[in-house]
């Protein structure tokens, strides 16, 4: 009898340790569907920004390997390496990138893992210092919502490399100050999903001539071409004109940093 129940406890407790693991698989694969499901529902590019990928007289369009390349025709010495917004499709900024590029700035935008920048923050480490290079003097980070976010907290421990960030609709956790960086922040006064007070608040991460820009009937949504996100203004700009002023923004700033 003493051996029936020792073996019957033995079976138990197996039969217990299964049982826990077989929850615990089961909890990560509906983890994992979970996350695939979250991921795959993401804002695609629209009509509109897919007519700013094709290469023209403006400037050279190209894909290679996760990042677009938008080269200007003309040559260039500054260059703008861009992070996406969470669960945007990378091409949605093409328009941004064309018309910087059409301006003379050579610009790459870093097509992040799921669509979500902090899967890759340092997505820009392997592009300065490669030999396609050698004529870019003057490097810029920027980043539109949470991709704005990485890249401030990317550039905090690499800013030597940089002139300067730009913030589109984002804002930066990471201590900017007495980092030697130019930083231009810019947000439409109609955007319905940054949240104005962590801006404020993170304002003071920023040094003291950092310069701030609020476009008028501008949304969160507006500096791609992706449509409206939930929660943002639909009584706003048009995407191309929200971007049209962002780029003259983004080069009266550049000008005037490299006066």
Request: aromatic residues 10%; proline residues 2%.
């Amino acid at each position: 009898m003493d051996r029936q129940k020792k073996t019957k406890k033995q079976f138990n407790k197996k039969y217990l340790g299964l049982k826990i693991i077989a929850i615990l698989v089961l909890i990560v694969l509906l983890g994992v569907v979970a996350f695939n499901i979250y991921v795959s529902d993401y804002y695609k590019t629209t009509m509109d920004g897919q007519e700013y990928f094709v290469s023209d007289t403006g400037a050279d369009v190209f894909t290679k390997g996760n990042k677009i390349y938008f080269v200007p025709k003309r040559p260039s010495d500054t260059g703008i390496i861009f992070y996406p917004g969470a669960k945007i499709e990378a091409s949605a900024y093409a328009p941004l990138m064309k018309m910087l590029a059409e301006r003379g700035i050579y610009c790459i935008i870093c097509d992040m893992p799921y669509h979500l920048a902090f899967f890759d923050k340092d997505a820009a480490d392997d592009i300065i210092g490669q030999e396609e290079f050698t004529n870019i003097n003057h490097w810029y980070l920027a980043g539109h919502s949470l991709g704005g976010a990485m890249a401030a907290t990317y550039i905090s421990d690499n800013a030597a490399k940089y002139d300067g960030i730009i913030l589109l609709a984002s804002y930066s956790t990471a201590n900017l100050k007495n980092r030697g960086l130019k930083v231009l922040s810019v947000y439409g006064d109609k955007d319905g999903i940054l949240n104005m007070d962590k801006l404020e608040k993170n304002s003071d991460n920023l040094p003291e001539d950092a310069i701030t820009k609020v476009i008028e009937n501008g949304n969160h949504s507006g500096f791609g071409c992706y449509g409206v996100q939930k929660d943002d203004s639909k009584d706003a700009l048009s995407s191309i004109d929200q971007i049209k002023e962002t780029v003259q923004i983004i080069v009266d700033f550049i000008v005037d940093n490299q006066k």
